[in-house]
């Protein structure tokens, strides 16, 4: 399994558009083969960031997401709202534990 985080900053207001559009783009992968989870994340000292954690089961399967019709057109709304891009790190999941 391989996890994502990528975290952005929002340009100031944006911040309720940006979320509805990532919880659409969320609600979606659900459907995607090789997804595992995912979390919208906000840092509590700075309301204005987002980190998002996506969790597949392959950076193939990932990739494949990229090319769904739903991803492309939040993302088209997403990156009018955001302070230019946004920052990409990917780690090798060793272990999970859920409830």
Do not use: N
């Amino acid at each position: 399994m391989m996890t994502v985080v990528t975290e952005v900053t929002l340009k100031p207001g944006c911040e309720p558009e940006w979320d509805a559009a990532m919880r659409e783009r969320l609600s979606a992968a659900h459907e995607r083969p090789g997804w595992v989870g995912g979390q919208l994340t906000i840092p509590l000292d700075a309301p204005h960031k987002r980190a998002v954690i996506g969790t597949w089961e392959s950076r193939a399967d990932w990739e494949a997401w990229h090319e769904d019709d739903t991803f492309a057109e939040t993302r088209t709304r997403m990156d009018g709202l955001q302070e230019g891009r946004g920052e990409m790190v990917w780690y090798e999941v060793v272990t999970e534990g859920r409830a």
